[in-house]
C-alpha cells in the first residue's frame, strides 16, 4: 500500500493545488476604464489647490448623480404626480432597492445564499436599474471595503469624513491603485455577472428609465410622470439610500460586536436601507443572510431572501452559529464594562500594600489616627468618621481593634457599596500571617490566571467577593 508521508526529494508544494483563475478580468472582458494607464501618475496623486480643484472632479458622475435628479426635480414643477405612478414608484423603488441589498450585496458580494436563475436574473435586471454600476464592479468594491475597513485602502472610509463616505468618493476621483485588491474569481464564473457588466448601459436605460416609464405610460397614460418619478427621482432616492450604508451606518447608533472598526446598527439607518442598517452585525458575520437577527428588527431584505427560500428560488441560506454571535455580544459588553471599571477607583491592590505589624498599628490608633482593620486590611477612616451613616461613636469602637466580625454583623451587616467605600481607604496589611491568607483569597478564583482580571490585567471585584468580606457563619438549631 502506497505511503502518504513525503518522501526526500518530494516538493511541499503541488502545483496541481495552487493553480486558481485569476482575480482580475480577462483580456475579452471589460475593466471599468479600457484607457486607465497604471503608469502614468493620477491626479490624486498631487493635492487640490484653487488651480487644480476641478480636475480632482468626476464630473461625469456629479452630472449623473446630482445634475439629472436636479432637472428631473425641476421638472415636476409642470409634471403633477398621479397617484398610480405614486404607487408604481414606491413598488418599483423597493424592486430595485432588493436588487442591490439582496441581490449585489448579500447574493454576489457575500454569498450568503444561493439563487435560482430566475432569481439571478430578475436581481441584475431590477439591480441595473438602481444605476450604481454593475454588478461585478459594486461588489468588487464592496469586499475592498470589508477586507479594508477604515483605512487607506477602503474606497469609502468614514475615516476621511461623513462626507466623502456617502458621495465623495463618487464624484472625487479615486486612485485605482490606492483601492484595496480583492478576489471577484467567482464572479468572473457567473454568466448572469459577466452578462450584466458587459451590457451594462443597456442595462441601466431599459431598467432605470425605459422600463418604469412604459409601466406608466401603457398603464395609464401617464408618460412623463413614470419618467421623472418612477425614472430619474426614483433612481436619485435608491442611490442615496445605499449612500447611507457607506456613511450613516459607519457613523449613527450602537457597537454591540466589535468597536474597534467604525461599523455600528441603528433602526434608523435600518428603515432608509431595506435593513441594512445593523452594519456592526453585518461587519462581523459578513456572509449572513441577515442584518437583523431579533424578530422586531426590521430587515426587508432578509424577510425577501426566505421567501424566495419557501419558493425553490433561494438556498443555502448561511446562519453563523448562535453560539458564536453571543460570545461576540458578550465580549463586547465585557469589554465596555473593563473600559467603566478602569475609571473607577477600587482602592490600592492588595499586593501594593506595606506590611504593617500589629503593634504599630495599635499605636498610630492610640496616637489619634483613625486606622481599623479588617480582614486583615488596614484602613484609615480619619475623615470618615464624622461622616459615618452609624453615628462617630460606633466607628470609632473599632478603631485600633480588629474590626472583621463588627463590620460583618457582629454589629451592623455592612452592605456591599460600604465593602467598596472601605477599599478605596486601604493603606497597609497586618504582618503575622494574615498578609500570606490575604494574598491567597486574592488568588483562589483565579486559578485559570485570566477569568478574574480586566483587559489591563487588573482584578475584577465582583459584588461579595471583597476582601473585607467574611462570609457568615451557619445558623444551627439550639439545644432542647
Given amino acids: 500500500m502506497p505511503s502518504h508521508q513525503p518522501v526526500a526529494g518530494m516538493s511541499a508544494i503541488d502545483p496541481e493545488y495552487i493553480s486558481q483563475p485569476s482575480a482580475q478580468a480577462s483580456p475579452a472582458e471589460p475593466n471599468r476604464n479600457l484607457k486607465y494607464d497604471p503608469k502614468k501618475p493620477h491626479i490624486t496623486d498631487s493635492p487640490i489647490t484653487r488651480g487644480n480643484w476641478y480636475k480632482h472632479v468626476n464630473w461625469l458622475n456629479v452630472f449623473f448623480i446630482l445634475g439629472i435628479p436636479l432637472m428631473g426635480l425641476i421638472s415636476t414643477y409642470w409634471t403633477p404626480l398621479r397617484w398610480q405612478t405614486a404607487v408604481w414608484t414606491v413598488i418599483y423603488y423597493f424592486c430595485t432597492g432588493l436588487g442591490i441589498t439582496a441581490g449585489y450585496h448579500r447574493l454576489w458580494a457575500h454569498k450568503s445564499y444561493s439563487a435560482a436563475l430566475p432569481l439571478r436574473i430578475f436581481l441584475a435586471g431590477v439591480g441595473g436599474g438602481a444605476v450604481e454600476g454593475s454588478i461585478r464592479w459594486w461588489s468588487r468594491d464592496h469586499r475592498a471595503h470589508h477586507r479594508y475597513t477604515d483605512t487607506a485602502k477602503d474606497p469609502y472610509s468614514v475615516r476621511k469624513g461623513l462626507l466623502y463616505s456617502h458621495i465623495g468618493w463618487m464624484i472625487m476621483k479615486q486612485n485605482p491603485k490606492r483601492i484595496g485588491r480583492t478576489d471577484i474569481s467567482d464572479l468572473n464564473e457567473d454568466p448572469v455577472v459577466v452578462w450584466q457588466h458587459r451590457h451594462y448601459l443597456k442595462v441601466v436605460l431599459f431598467m432605470g428609465l425605459i422600463f418604469p416609464t412604459l409601466v406608466a405610460g401603457i398603464g395609464w397614460g401617464d408618460w412623463m410622470g413614470g419618467y421623472i418619478y418612477a425614472g430619474i427621482l426614483r433612481i436619485f432616492f435608491v442611490q442615496q439610500a445605499t449612500f447611507c450604508v457607506n456613511s450613516l451606518a459607519h457613523w449613527l447608533g450602537d457597537q454591540p460586536f466589535d468597536d474597534r472598526n467604525s461599523p455600528r446598527d441603528h433602526v434608523i439607518t435600518a428603515f432608509v436601507t431595506l435593513g441594512e442598517g445593523y452594519h456592526n452585525f453585518h461587519h462581523e458575520f459578513p456572509s449572513d443572510y441577515r442584518n437583523a437577527i431579533e424578530w422586531h428588527q426590521y430587515d426587508p431584505t432578509k424577510w425577501s431572501i426566505w421567501v424566495w427560500s419557501k419558493l425553490g428560488l433561494a438556498t443555502g441560506l448561511k446562519q453563523f452559529r448562535s453560539n458564536e454571535i453571543e460570545k461576540g455580544r458578550v465580549q463586547q459588553l465585557q469589554k465596555k464594562l473593563d473600559q467603566k471599571r ?128 467574611v462570609e457568615q457563619p451557619m445558623t444551627t438549631a439550639s439545644a432542647a
Wanted: net charge neutral; charged share 25%.
Fill in 342 to 469: 478602569s475609571k473607577l477607583d477600587w482602592g490600592i491592590p492588595l499586593d501594593q500594600l506595606p506590611v504593617i505589624e500589629w503593634e504599630d498599628y495599635v499605636e498610630q490608633a492610640k496616637n489619634g489616627r483613625g486606622l481599623i482593620a479588617v480582614a486583615g486590611v488596614v484602613h484609615d477612616v480619619t475623615d470618615f468618621i464624622n461622616e459615618h451613616p452609624g453615628g462617630k461613636a460606633l466607628i470609632r469602637s473599632g478603631v485600633g481593634k480588629d474590626a472583621t466580625a463588627m463590620f460583618n454583623g457582629g454589629v451592623y451587616l455592612h452592605s456591599n457599596g460600604a465593602h467598596n467605600l472601605l477599599s478605596t481607604m486601604r493603606v497597609g496589611v497586618i504582618r503575622g500571617g494574615c498578609e500570606v491568607e490575604i494574598w491567597k483569597r486574592t488568588q483562589r478564583e483565579n486559578k485559570d490566571g485570566i477569568y478574574l482580571k480586566d483587559d489591563a490585567g487588573n482584578r475584577i471585584i465582583r459584588a461579595g467577593n471583597q476582601i473585607t468580606k
